[in-house]
T-cell receptor, first 115, second 111 residues
């Protein structure tokens, strides 16, 4: 089946630094990937839709200059949290879809803690 | 945009009993309805999904029903086991574009 790999699984960084999270589709090519943020005991909130070879589409209220998304190949999308602050601490999850018949597969998530 | 409501927020059942989680959606154009199970510290895992051309789908102890007219869909877990304890999310999308998630249901199966 479709497998999505996400790295790192957890990261701790200092305020003001940047952190990159990778999302890879291991056994399929994904033209579209999605990035979500999940705060404790809450649902998944879509941040942006990552499209291979073009700019990402951000949801309302998500700062595109703070959350940089790059989808340079059909198997890799990256999310960079720039100038991280403690309020950016959250669980970030990516998902990918091969096509309309296969639905969405989620990565294992990245726990970001900004200190 | 799509708005998905999910109830209950918590559900405690005795092992062996059934669990039912209900969701409603607002956009009649939505046509894909997956259910995800999320364990602590992990990403969501798809457990079952249904499309709008089908009213019911079953996979062993798990079933999903869809009422397009009422814009309701439900997850049914029979013969619950301790390993079924997790947070369950319903979601809806149109033409397999971005998913809108419900708020989640924390299911606890008591041994």
């Amino acid at each position: 089946g479709a497998v999505v790999s996400q790295h790192p699984s957890w990261v701790i960084c200092k305020s003001g630094t940047s952190v990159k999270i990778e999302c890879r589709s291991l056994d399929f090519q994904a033209t579209t990937m999605f990035w979500y943020r999940q705060f404790p005991k809450q649902s998944l909130m879509l941040m942006a839709t990552s499209n291979e070879g073009s700019k990402a589409t951000y949801e309302q209220g998500v700062e595109k200059d703070k959350f940089l998304i790059n989808h340079a190949s059909l198997t890799l999308s990256t999310l960079t949290v720039t100038s991280a602050h403690p309020e950016d601490s959250s669980f970030y999850i990516c998902s990918a879809s091969l096509n309309s018949q296969n639905g969405y597969t989620f990565g294992s998530g990245t726990r970001l803690t900004v200190v | 945009g799509e708005n998905v409501e999910q109830h209950p927020s918590t559900l405690s059942v005795q092992e062996g009993d059934s669990a039912v989680i209900k969701c409603t959606y607002s956009d009649s154009a939505s046509n894909y309805f997956p259910w995800y199970k999320q364990e602590l510290g992990k990403g969501p895992q798809l457990i079952i999904d249904i499309r709008s051309n089908v009213g019911e789908k079953k996979d062993q102890r798990i079933a999903v029903t869809l009422n397009k007219t009422a814009k309701h869909f439900s997850l049914h877990i029979t013969e619950t086991q301790p390993e079924d304890s997790a947070v369950y999310f319903c979601a809806a999308s149109m033409n397999d574009y971005k998913l809108s998630f419900g708020a989640g249901t924390t299911v606890t199966v008591r041994a």
